[in-house]
C-alpha cells in the first residue's frame, strides 16, 4: 500500500501566500519526478508544476514567477509554494508521484486532492 498525503490547502486572500507539502509513504523503493496538478470547476485537471528526482523543475506558464516547487528526498515529501495567489488559483490540488514500488513496480500515485480557494 502506498499513499500520497497532501496538506496545507485553504482559504487566502488575492495576493496571499500559501504552501502545499505532499508526502510519500509504504514500501517505496525509488521516487521519480514528482509534482502538482490542479482542477478547477468545469475544467479539465491540468500541470501546475513537476520537478525530478535531481531537482530539474518545470511550471505552467500560468504560475512561472509566483509559484516554487521543491522536495526532500529523505522526507519523500514535494512541496508547492504559491505566492500572489489570484482568484483563478482557485482549484483542488492533486500530488502525483511515479513510484517505484517493492513487489509492485511503477506505480503512478495521486494524493486525494486539497483545496485552494482565493478570495476576498
Known amino acids: 500500500q502506498v499513499q500520497l498525503v497532501e496538506s496545507g490547502g485553504g482559504l487566502v486572500q488575492p495576493g496571499g501566500s500559501l504552501r502545499l507539502s505532499c508526502e510519500a509513504s509504504g514500501n517505496i523503493l525509488r521516487i521519480d519526478t514528482m509534482g502538482w496538478f490542479r482542477q478547477a470547476p468545469g475544467k479539465q485537471r491540468e500541470l501546475v508544476a513537476v520537478i525530478t528526482s535531481g531537482g530539474s523543475a518545470n511550471y505552467a506558464d500560468s504560475v512561472k514567477g509566483r509559484f516554487t516547487v521543491s522536495r526532500d528526498n529523505a522526507k519523500r515529501t514535494v512541496y508547492l509554494q504559491m505566492n500572489s495567489l489570484k482568484p483563478e488559483d482557485t482549484a483542488v490540488y492533486y500530488c502525483?508521484?511515479?513510484?517505484?514500488?517493492?513487489?509492485?513496480?511503477?506505480?503512478?500515485?495521486w494524493g486525494q486532492g486539497t483545496q485552494v480557494t482565493v478570495s476576498s
Open positions: 502525483n508521484a511515479g513510484l517505484y514500488v517493492l513487489g509492485r513496480g511503477f506505480v503512478d500515485a
